[in-house]
């Protein structure tokens, strides 16, 4: 009697872990917040330690876990690196494609932000890319006027971009939304982010003050590396 109970509830233990471990394999996110490469409080003054704590643990984590969703309704992508969802949106479920280009943009595109910023450190276009800067857009101070004006002419919630063209010379152009250069087969050197979650704790409505802050943190060593690296 006592091993047949002892049985039974080896039985019961099993299935029980058995259970468990279905239930994590069915759970288990295809998609997840990578770790931040700076502390929140790495780019005072001029981002507060709040804002960047609000911004990647709630709105980049709400991206993530709204991708994580929508895909559940369609395995055969789920897991596929993000930047080809984007470039290949139109393969995708026609019913998903929505959720995938808001989602899945605002998943990459904070991903990419995070790790062109770091504590300000006057950092300076490098090799290649300062090279093609000076050729087509001008010195660093053109450069980031530029990507002021082009931030303030964002209508609502958007991006300015810095992207590499298909004769690999560089451009600054926007985006509405979590859109990015890669639902047009562009790639991306760095992005600016200019919905309000992104700054309004500590500027308020004063969009062209947050500009002025957030190139002060821009790594440009990163952004250098990056066009580096797309060159191949
Ligand atoms: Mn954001």
């Known amino acids: ?11 019961v233990a099993a299935g029980t872990a058995t259970a468990a471990l279905a239930v994590r394999a069915q759970t288990a996110p295809a998609y997840t917040l990578p770790k931040l490469p700076f502390a929140y409080d790495a780019l005072e003054p001029y981002i507060d330690a709040k804002t960047m704590e609000v911004h990647y643990s709630k709105h980049h984590q709400a991206y993530v876990d709204q991708l994580n969703k929508a895909l559940a309704a369609a395995p055969q992508w ?6 080809q969802l984007l470039s290949q949106l139109s393969l995708l479920p026609a019913s998903l494609q929505v959720a995938v280009r808001n989602n899945g943009g605002g ?3 904070h991903s990419l932000f995070w790790e062109t910023l770091g504590p300000a450190k006057d950092s300076k276009p490098s090799g290649a890319l300062s090279d093609v800067l000076s050729k087509t857009i ?9 990507m002021v004006a082009a931030g303030l002419s964002v209508f609502g919630s958007g991006w300015v971009w810095l992207v590499m063209r298909g004769d690999r010379g560089v451009e600054l152009v926007t985006s509405p939304n979590q859109d990015n250069p890669l639902l047009s087969g562009r790639q991306a050197l760095m992005g600016i982010d200019v919905w309000e ?12 003050e947050y500009l002025g802050a957030i190139l ?4 440009w060593q990163k952004v250098s590396a ?7």
């Open 78 to 83: 789920q897991g596929r690196p993000v930047d």
């Open 107 to 109: 998943h990459w595109n």
């Open 197 to 208: 979650h992104a700054y309004y704790l500590k500027y308020q409505n004063r969009r062209a």
């Open 138 to 146: 001008g010195d660093q101070a053109a450069v980031e006027q530029k």
């Open 216 to 219: 002060k943190v821009i790594d």
């Open 226 to 232: 990056r066009y580096t690296a797309l060159l191949g």
């Open 1 to 11: 009697m006592s091993q047949l109970i002892t049985r039974r509830s080896a039985l």
